[in-house]
């Protein structure tokens, strides 16, 4: 795997990218990860915090974690465990419902600078085609992003829908008519 590290107000010296590399190495036990697949990684310093971002695109979905700690080395070791642990649970989530292998990715990846904005200003615009899915690999795909909610083509009705993450657990559907 391809590992690409930008740091934002900080440099990435050798150490720091040695021990993301070592770190990611560890993936590697729980599924097969191709040469091309690259993991992007975000590394930003505040005032009073160092924030990391990793984002892994795979062929069965887009691995996600975002942390910040007073720490650098303590946050690069949470986002992995983070993502162990989203890796784990999805992995176990699929295998107790027997259902087939997600489908390819559809979200293109794009960083950006977060810049401060007025609540009511469009930040960002993105445009996509929604796969045909079931409703469990739609909930799966938006659990694996860290998403709220996420949008697709439901296989039964083959109508565009969206699920949601609700505040008072569980989740909701909506569908189009």
Do not use: C, W
Request: charge should be negative; proline fraction near 2%; avoid cysteine.
């Amino acid at each position: 795997m391809k590992v690409n590290i930008v740091g934002k107000n900080i440099t990435v010296t050798e150490a720091i990218s040695d021990k993301i590399k070592k770190k990611l190495n560890v993936l590697n036990k729980y599924f097969i990860i191709d040469e091309n697949d690259t993991a992007n990684v975000l590394i930003r310093t505040y005032p009073t915090k160092q924030k990391i971002e990793i984002t892994i695109p795979t062929k069965f979905a887009i691995l996600r974690t975002e942390v910040a700690d007073d720490d650098l080395y303590r946050a690069i070791d949470r986002a992995i465990d983070k993502l162990e642990d989203q890796i784990r649970r999805q992995k176990t989530r699929i295998t107790k419902k027997n259902s087939h292998p997600l489908s390819e990715a559809f979200l293109d990846l794009e960083l950006f600078d977060e810049e401060e904005v007025s609540d009511d200003e469009i930040v960002r615009t993105k445009s996509l085609v929604p796969e045909l899915m079931s409703l469990d690999e739609a909930i799966t795909k938006m659990e694996l992003l860290g998403h709220d909610f996420f949008i697709y083509t439901d296989d039964e009705t083959n109508k565009i829908a969206v699920v949601y993450r609700r505040h008072d657990g569980g989740y909701g559907l909506i569908e189009t008519e």
